[in-house]
């Protein structure tokens, strides 16, 4: 402990006190905390810092404890939580790093910068680690695009993705957005990065080597989001939004470009000790991190950080939030050609600290010292809270407003396909570029999954990398834990579509506030769901974001914990499309697919209520029927495979005709008891639609999961048969005239 | 056969143009700050976002020093490339007559279009028939092809309106579906879909590779 | 000294960006505007303003496709 307080910042000012703390989102114990961690009261720079790394955002005190519950070991994991990045071995000596990260708040107060951003963070959470990003995914949530500032968040959002991702050449491959009004207020923008590196070029963030060098690379340093971290990430939104939007960040995706080439050419030359992105609470989290993971000390000089505006204060320049940046740690004797190789970057880069072996963060301005503090007390000493989690006594979430009545079969399937949630998204994506790289072998709305290929390799001459993302918030609010449950099974529904297995997850949790009992509830049964469902699978969380506090006046959100998969496959050649595409082929509803119209697309047109609970999965057969679906995609004996989701098996069939531009016939059996509706509408896990010769389709039976020839591709016409009577005989084109309606959106 | 892509800043495309290209022959990236071409049959000027786009797209990149080798080498008669911004590069620089502007739509556009082949005049169709329906990705906000009416004419009147999009697929709003236009000499060809992005069937397309091919082909007895 | 250059589609060429604000204001209630060009200011500060025509014609603009104004504080002479 530092005997002699540094010098108060700038002298003139007194001691920000309980009263600074609170303003700086500190609870009056935290703030007592801090002094008896110091010895004494902190100033200005200090309690910016502590504030800001004893967040949500920084130190997930309401969800620490959780997170711990999930499973994080696995035998192709090769970097797991804490790093900036999760990673999973391909094979070939390469390794896959993915991540996906919320950007909500930021989002909802400036779509496209908050959207822009929230890529250009994931991009550099991925190159932190030394891959370089080969995909993005997102997902996003909006009230209904009814409301005009829904149709504005979507706009802009969808806008801002697509300028940072097609500018920086790392191509849009997939995602998910679905409107509900309880994202009115509060929209969620999460985004996922995938990148590629040889496994023994990834590099680990830890600090390490007193005396060896800090350098900042890329942007100048501004008053961008200063506050943002504490005040964006994690208040409740509320009045006076309008007012945050000068700590809104601005992304440049051309000074990320460079930087980002720069950064993964200094890591092939070994020129790195460790490297690190520029995040929420910027230069403060990035090095008090990197110290702590390498058990050393650091001091910055904030003297020495260019700045592009003038009378920067040095709390400012330590929790600027400002992009484009990345601090690294650089042996003396490379430091020279550091510098080098950035100029020919054009990415500005400036040694701005040491490492040292105090275990001590001091901030110093021009040699004197404005801060001390222990790295200990700033990265691991913030408090963590237990959640008082209590089920609610009813279904807090009122019954969505109805949209249909009275509607005949045909009628809800045209009502499914051009409602927004089920909509075609072409749209959004072609707003992306998804094939930059030449790796994407099946691009948006070709298949279940995203499919990347990899380098050939001796055993493998086509392999290739599935991805999908997906969280139905509707279900999870239903009952988060069999809700989260389907997100998982249905990310990897998604890969065995496409003939992948998956390796790991990344996921993204966004609740409400976790000091209200509902909001606990939902989180902890949440990741209860999300634990079992990925031990079922056998796979690892490798990493993952939490977003709390996302609410607005009229309470939270519903729970979207947003799950990213990364999976892998053999051969690219025979990843499965979802298309209907040879006449004559029988088409399979393949799994234990149990149809239930409680919480189901069309109970919401319906207007009807959330149930309070959804029937239980049984978990292993839906993993047994993804296998026979993967081995049968693997094979190549099937034409095309696509799961059972929104709208349930109608919806589904009708999806298969459309990507083929050919019509289908099918015969349902139901229930008994269960009308058509449930048979064609009805959802849950499990459920799979294959088309392909009869006697592979028939092959599938051979083991225990339930498969059922149910119709045959042909013609121009999707005609459903439900107990012999026929209740859906629409032409194909009018199915695809239903499924353009966001078009309308953006014209 | 050795062909030349070039790294701008803010490049996007110009590795997978570099993996194209090695599939008909050597190919190498320039660096924009070079001045000096070293030897090279071919120059493939990429897509992406050079300089960000800033100011306007190609605008800054035309003045890079590897673009007066480039221009010397285009008079000397050397095949010269110019896809998206490549091509946007090449309007700014004054190599291809007109101009990009921004799509009719205002939007980033990513889709397959049909493009038709309607000139042989370029090396790069020089070995591809007129009336040839290709599938080659397109992937950009500028890129409406603009030029006075009477240079139109006389664009076409010369042969040099190389690449059509088919009839209802236009992209970007650009006059008379231009997709892709030639210098007076027909070694400069600069065009908005990108075939570097379609030489693999894999991966949609392997109709972008036939302009490789023809560039290899015609220049093989030089080469050779 | 500043100088601020304000550059333009032509007249004739199409400006969608112009219509897309055209048809967004009547929305608004805005319903007497006739026409909107939308283009850009590029605000310079130099010492020598002789040289701006040049700088227009070749970066600043595409002469094929723009116009510009070159507008000086009050008082320079060009």
Same mark, same amino acid.
């Given at each position: 402990?530092?005997?002699?307080?540094?010098?108060?910042?700038?002298?003139r000012?007194?001691?920000?006190?309980?009263a600074?703390a609170q303003?700086?989102?500190?609870?009056?114990?935290?703030?007592?905390l801090?002094?008896q961690k110091?010895?004494?009261?902190p100033?200005?720079?200090e309690?910016?810092m502590?504030?800001?790394?004893?967040?949500?955002h920084?130190a997930?005190?309401?969800?620490?404890r959780l #997170?711990?519950?999930l499973?994080?070991?696995?035998?192709?994991?090769?970097?797991?939580?804490g790093?900036?990045?999760?990673?999973?071995?391909?094979?070939?000596g390469l390794a896959?790093? %993915?991540?996906?990260?919320?950007?909500?708040?930021?989002?909802?107060?400036?779509p496209?910068?908050?959207?822009?951003?929230?890529?250009g963070g994931?991009?550099?959470?991925? %190159?932190?680690?030394?891959?370089?990003?080969?995909?993005?995914?997102?997902s996003?949530?909006?009230g209904?695009p009814?409301?005009?500032?829904?149709?504005?968040?979507?706009d802009?959002?969808v806008?801002?993705?697509?300028?940072?991702?097609?500018?920086?050449?790392?191509p849009?491959v997939?995602g998910?957005?679905?409107?509900e009004e309880?994202?009115?207020?509060?929209c969620?923008?999460n985004?996922?990065c995938?990148?590629?590196?040889p496994?023994?070029?990834?590099?680990?963030?830890?600090?390490?080597?007193?005396?060896n060098?800090?350098?900042?690379?890329?942007?100048s340093t501004?008053?961008?989001?200063?506050?943002?971290a504490?005040?964006?990430?994690?208040? &409740?939104?509320?009045?006076?939004?309008?007012a945050?939007?000068?700590?809104?960040?601005i992304?440049?995706? %051309?000074a990320?470009?460079?930087?980002?080439?720069?950064?993964?050419?200094l890591?092939?030359?070994?020129l790195?000790?460790?490297?690190?992105?520029?995040?929420?609470?910027?230069?403060?989290?990035?090095?008090a991190?990197?110290?702590?993971?390498? *058990?050393?000390?650091?001091?910055?000089?904030?003297?020495r950080?260019?700045?592009?505006e003038? *009378?920067?204060?040095?709390?400012?320049?330590?929790?600027?939030?400002?992009?484009?940046?990345?601090l690294?740690?650089?042996?003396?004797?490379?430091?020279?050609e550091?510098?080098?190789?950035?100029?020919?970057?054009e990415?500005?880069?400036?040694?701005?600290?040491?490492?040292?072996d105090?275990?001590?963060?001091?901030?110093?301005?021009?040699g004197?010292?404005?801060?001390?503090?222990?790295? *200990?007390?700033l990265?691991?000493?913030?408090?963590?809270?237990?959640?008082?989690?209590?089920?609610p006594?009813?279904?807090?979430y009122?019954?969505?407003?109805?949209r249909? !009545?009275?509607?005949?079969?045909g009628?809800?399937?045209?009502?499914?396909?051009?409602?927004p949630?089920?909509?075609?998204?072409?749209?959004?994506?072609?707003?992306y570029?998804?094939?930059v790289?030449?790796?994407?072998v099946?691009?948006p709305?070709?298949a279940?999954a995203?499919?990347?290929?990899l380098?050939?390799?001796?055993?493998?001459p086509?392999?290739?990398?599935?991805t999908?993302?997906?969280? =139905?918030?509707?279900?999870?609010?239903?009952?988060?834990?069999?809700? !989260?449950?389907?997100?998982?099974?249905?990310?990897?529904a998604?890969l065995?579509?496409?003939? /992948?297995?998956?390796?790991g997850?990344?996921?993204?949790?966004?609740?409400?506030n976790?000091?209200?009992?509902?909001?606990?509830w939902?989180?902890?049964?949440?990741?209860?769901?999300?634990?079992?469902?990925?031990?079922?699978l056998?796979?690892?969380?490798v990493?993952g =974001?939490?977003?709390?506090? =996302?609410?607005?006046? &009229?309470g939270?959100i519903y729970? !979207?914990p947003?799950?990213?998969?990364?999976?892998?496959?053999?051969? /690219?050649?025979?990843?499965?499309?979802?298309?209907?595409?040879?006449?004559?082929d029988?088409i399979a509803?393949v799994?234990?697919f149990?149809?239930?119209?409680a919480?189901s697309?069309?109970?919401?047109?319906?207007?009807?209520?959330?149930?309070?609970?959804?029937p /239980?999965?049984e978990?292993a057969?839906?993993v047994?029927a993804?296998a026979?679906?993967?081995?049968?995609?693997?094979?190549?004996?099937?034409?095309s495979a696509h799961?059972?989701?929104?709208?349930?098996?109608?919806?589904?069939?009708a999806?298969?005709?459309?990507?083929?531009g050919?019509?289908?016939q099918v015969?349902? /059996?139901?229930r008994?008891?269960?009308?058509?509706d449930?048979?064609?509408f009805?959802e849950?896990?499990?459920? %799979?639609? #294959?088309?392909?010769?009869d006697?592979?389709?028939?092959?599938?039976?051979?083991?225990?999961?339930?498969v059922?020839?149910i119709?045959?591709?042909?013609?121009?016409r999707?005609?459903i048969?439900?107990?012999?009577?026929?209740?859906?005989?629409?032409?194909?084109?009018?199915?695809?005239e239903?499924?353009?309606?966001?078009?309308a959106?953006f014209? | 056969m050795r062909? @030349?892509?070039?790294?701008?800043p803010?490049?996007?495309?110009e $590795?997978?143009?570099?993996?194209?290209?090695?599939?008909?022959?050597?190919?190498?990236?320039?660096?924009?700050?070079?001045r000096?071409?070293?030897?090279?049959?071919?120059?493939?000027v990429?897509?992406g976002?050079?300089?960000?786009?800033?100011?306007?797209?190609?605008?800054?990149?035309r003045?890079a020093?590897?673009m007066?080798?480039? +221009?010397?080498?285009a008079?000397?008669?050397?095949?010269?490339?110019?896809?998206?911004?490549?091509f946007?590069v090449?309007?700014? +620089?004054?190599?291809?007559?007109?101009?990009?502007?921004?799509?009719?739509?205002l939007?980033f556009?990513?889709?397959?279009? @049909?493009?038709r082949?309607?000139?042989t005049?370029?090396p790069f169709?020089?070995?591809?028939? $007129? @009336?040839?329906?290709?599938s080659?990705?397109?992937?950009?906000?500028?890129?409406?092809?603009w030029?006075?009416?009477?240079?139109?004419?006389?664009?076409?009147?010369?042969?040099?309106?190389v690449l059509?999009y088919?009839?209802?697929?236009?992209?970007?709003?650009?006059?008379?579906?231009?997709?892709?236009?030639?210098?007076?000499?027909?070694?400069?060809?600069?065009?908005?879909?990108?075939?570097?992005?379609a030489?693999?069937?894999?991966?949609?397309?392997?109709?972008g590779l036939?302009?490789?091919e023809?560039?290899?082909? +015609?220049?093989?007895?030089? +080469?050779? | 000294?500043?100088?601020?250059?304000?550059?333009?589609?032509?007249?004739?060429?199409?400006?969608p960006?112009?219509q897309a604000?055209?048809?967004?204001?009547?929305?608004?209630g805005?319903t007497d505007?006739h026409e909107?060009?939308?283009?850009?200011?590029?605000?310079l500060?130099?010492?020598?303003?002789t040289r701006?025509?040049?700088?227009?014609e070749r970066?600043?603009?595409?002469?094929l496709?723009?116009?510009?104004?070159?507008?000086?504080e009050?008082?320079a002479?060009?």
């Open positions: 402990m530092s005997a002699v307080a540094p010098v108060a910042e700038p002298e000012q007194a001691l920000p006190g309980l600074g303003a700086l989102g500190l609870t009056e114990d935290e703030y007592a801090i002094g110091l010895g004494r009261e100033n200005l720079v309690l910016a502590f504030s800001l790394l004893w967040s949500e920084c997930y005190k309401h969800s620490r #997170l711990a519950t499973p994080s070991a696995g035998e192709r994991l090769v970097m797991g939580p790093e900036n990045a999760g990673a999973v071995d391909v094979g070939g896959v790093a %993915f991540k996906v990260e919320s950007h909500n708040h930021p989002s909802a107060v400036e496209f910068q908050g959207a822009a951003t929230g890529v994931i991009l550099r959470d991925v %190159f932190a680690v030394g891959a370089r990003p080969i995909a993005v995914l997102d996003l949530r909006f209904d009814s409301s005009e500032r829904s149709r504005y968040l979507l802009r959002a806008a801002g993705i697509g300028h940072y991702g097609n500018s920086i050449g790392v849009t997939g998910e957005v679905y409107f309880p994202y009115e207020q509060n969620l923008v985004a996922m995938i990148g590629l590196a496994r023994e070029r990834l590099i680990r963030s830890a600090a390490a080597g007193p005396g060098v800090v350098v900042l690379l890329g942007a501004g008053r961008d989001g200063i506050g943002g504490s005040v964006l990430a994690s208040a &409740e939104l509320g009045e006076g939004d309008a945050k939007r000068p700590s809104v960040q992304g440049d995706p %051309f990320e470009k460079k930087l980002l080439e720069c950064c993964l050419e890591l092939e030359r070994g790195l000790v460790a490297l690190q992105d520029l995040g929420a609470a910027g230069l403060t989290s990035s090095a991190e990197m110290a702590s993971k390498g *058990g050393v000390g650091v001091e910055i000089d904030v003297a950080v260019p700045l592009r003038p *009378g920067m204060e040095p709390f400012e320049i330590m929790i600027s939030e400002s992009q484009e940046r990345m690294c740690v650089v042996a003396p004797r490379r430091l020279d550091v510098l080098g190789l950035c100029a020919r970057w990415t500005q880069a400036t040694a701005i600290g040491t490492i040292t105090s275990g001590r963060f001091r901030v110093l301005s021009d004197a010292v404005v801060g001390d503090v222990p790295i *200990g007390a990265v691991d000493d913030c408090p963590l809270y237990d959640l008082s989690p209590r089920p006594g009813a279904q807090v009122p019954a969505p407003a109805a249909l !009545t009275d509607a005949d079969p009628e809800s399937l045209l009502a499914l396909l051009s409602c949630n089920l909509a075609s998204r072409r749209p959004l994506f072609e707003q570029d998804c094939l790289g030449s790796r994407t099946c691009r709305e070709q279940d995203a499919v990347l290929r380098p050939a390799r001796e055993d493998a086509r392999p290739a990398i599935a999908s993302i997906d969280c =139905n918030g509707r279900r999870v609010a239903c009952d988060p834990r069999s809700g !989260t449950r389907e997100a998982v099974l249905e990310c990897a998604n065995a579509c496409v003939g /992948a297995e998956p390796l997850l990344t996921n993204c949790l966004n609740f409400g976790p000091e209200k009992a509902l909001v606990a939902q989180l902890t049964e949440a990741v209860g769901g999300l634990g079992e469902a990925c031990r079922a056998g796979i690892p969380v990493g =974001n939490v977003s709390l506090y =996302n609410e607005a006046g &009229e939270p729970p !979207t947003v799950v990213g998969m990364v999976g892998e496959l053999p051969d /690219a050649a025979r990843a499965g499309g979802l298309a209907f595409a040879r006449a004559g029988g509803l799994g234990p149990a149809p239930a119209l919480a697309e069309l109970a919401r047109l319906r207007g009807e209520a959330l149930p309070g609970g959804l /239980a999965a978990v057969a839906v047994a993804q026979a679906v993967r081995a049968a995609v693997r094979a190549g004996v099937v034409t799961d059972v989701a929104e709208g349930g098996l109608a919806v589904a069939l999806e298969c005709c459309l990507a083929g050919v019509g289908a015969s349902l /059996a139901g008994p008891g269960g009308g058509p449930e048979a064609l009805g849950g896990p499990g459920g %799979f639609v #294959l088309s392909g010769p006697d592979a389709l028939r092959a599938l039976a051979a083991g225990a999961t339930p059922a020839i119709g045959r591709v042909g013609g121009e999707l005609r048969e439900h107990e012999g009577e026929e209740v859906v005989d629409l032409a194909v084109g009018r199915l695809a239903a499924h353009r309606t966001l078009e959106l014209s | 062909f @030349g892509v070039v790294r701008f803010g490049s996007c495309d $590795v997978d143009a570099q993996l194209a290209a090695s599939r008909v022959g050597e190919a190498v990236l320039l660096w924009h700050a070079e000096d071409l070293g030897r090279i049959d071919v120059v493939v990429p897509g976002f050079s300089y960000g786009d800033y100011l306007r797209p190609g605008a800054i990149a003045f020093p590897v007066d080798a480039i +221009a010397e080498f008079r000397a008669g050397g095949p010269v490339l110019g896809i998206c911004n490549g946007q090449l309007c700014e +620089a004054g190599m291809l007559p007109g101009a990009l502007l921004p799509n009719r739509g939007r556009v990513c889709r397959q279009p @049909g493009v082949v309607e000139s005049a370029s169709t020089a070995a591809l028939a $007129v @009336g040839e329906r290709l080659i990705p397109v992937k950009h906000t500028t890129g409406c092809y030029a006075p009416e009477h240079q139109l004419d006389r664009l076409e009147a010369e042969n040099r309106v059509r088919c009839p209802g697929q236009n992209p970007n709003g650009s006059m008379r579906d231009i997709a892709g236009v030639c210098n007076e000499a027909g070694n400069v060809m600069g065009l908005m879909p990108h075939p570097e992005h030489v693999d069937q894999l991966t949609g397309s392997a109709d036939r302009l490789f023809s560039v290899a082909q +015609a220049l093989a007895p030089v +080469a050779a | 000294m500043k100088a601020r250059v304000l550059v333009r589609p032509k007249s004739g060429i199409l400006d960006q112009g604000v055209q048809r967004a204001l009547p929305a608004l805005f505007v909107v060009r939308v283009g850009r200011l590029i605000e500060e130099l010492d020598d303003p701006l025509d040049e700088m227009c970066l600043l603009t595409n002469p496709v723009e116009d510009y104004e070159v507008l000086l009050e008082g002479r060009r």
